[in-house]
């Protein structure tokens, strides 16, 4: 496991994990020492914790709250996983007046809201974004608090294979993101009907493949609309949706700006920023 501190002190802290894990490699119980939302760049593993168990992928969020003792595996597939963990203050939590059953250990499924600024986040890190990662981290952990207080998640089945066959089926969708992927055509690659599959891959994780598509679209929108001057028109084609109108419309959904305010957004427009964090914490 490499880690790196990209924002090491402050109220919000950014680490960067970048894991090498293999099926074969042993786990080992770990403890969460303060309250983390964690946003998963790429690759999958398994979290358990608090007598459930998470199957993450590219846009999953992992809950740590001080205290709780956890396990994370790979049995899965090789190659590991690519993380940015977001660490708060106490002091910082009780600012998003959050309920605290947010704050529960456990993981979450892929979330446009959140996947957005996870790519945002992912572009700043690498120099590609005006933002500082602490200001970004700040808007991920309101919009988190925001849209998850008070629901419920599901929990997953305990299955090995049937989690095998989601996840594989998972990287398998962001891989062809850009194309027409239909429900058929991804449950015959997991060898199964239709109709079991979508089940079986919305109880893993959390999500039906049709939005796990869509959201792997929006999410490699983001970063696009982040790192590059690429008209909004060839990155919506680009990206797998052929109506800019339902493009827009989809982003904003999901992002809270249009995609020009996203842009301007990661190039540091401040004005904008001030905006998201006044209509975030004016929820509360």
């Given at each position: ?5 990209l ?13 090498s ?26 979290y ?33 996983d ?5 660490r ?29 600024l996870?790519?945002?986040?992912h ?26 207080s ?15 066959r ?24 997991a ?9 079986l ?44 109108s ?21 190039r ?14 004016d929820?509360?």
């Open positions: 496991m490499q880690t790196a501190a924002v090491p002190s402050g109220p919000i802290r950014v680490l960067e994990y970048v894991c894990a293999t099926p074969s490699t042993a786990p080992y119980a770990e403890e969460h020492a303060e309250y983390s939302v964690s946003f998963v760049q790429s690759g999958s593993f398994g358990h914790c608090r007598g459930e168990s998470f199957e993450l992928v590219a846009g999953s969020v992992l809950v740590g709250a001080p205290g709780d003792e956890f396990m994370c595996t790979h049995e899965h597939r090789a190659g590991g690519h993380c940015l963990s977001f708060l203050s106490p002091e910082c939590v009780d600012s998003l007046a959050a309920s605290k059953s947010s704050w529960q250990s456990r993981g979450l499924p892929p979330l446009p809201e959140l996947m957005v996870g790519q945002m986040a572009a700043a890190s690498r120099g590609e974004c005006d933002l500082g990662l602490d200001e970004i981290g700040l808007l991920f952990a309101a919009r988190f608090a925001r849209v998850v008070g629901q419920s998640q599901p929990r997953v089945a305990s299955n090995p294979r049937d989690r095998k989601a996840v594989d089926a998972a990287f398998w969708i962001e891989s062809r993101a850009r194309n027409e992927v239909d429900l058929a055509s991804v449950a015959d690659q060898g199964l009907s239709p109709f079991h599959f979508l089940r891959f919305s109880r893993v994780l959390g999500v039906t493949p049709h939005q796990y598509l869509v959201r792997s679209r929006l999410s490699r929108a983001a970063q696009l609309l982040s790192e590059q001057d690429s008209p909004i028109t060839e990155i919506a084609l680009e990206v797998g949706f052929a109506d800019l339902n493009f827009i419309r989809t982003f904003q959904r999901a992002a809270g700006v249009s995609p020009s305010s996203f842009r301007k957004l990661a540091g427009d401040r004005k904008i920023l001030q905006a998201e964090l006044r209509g975030l914490l929820t509360r």
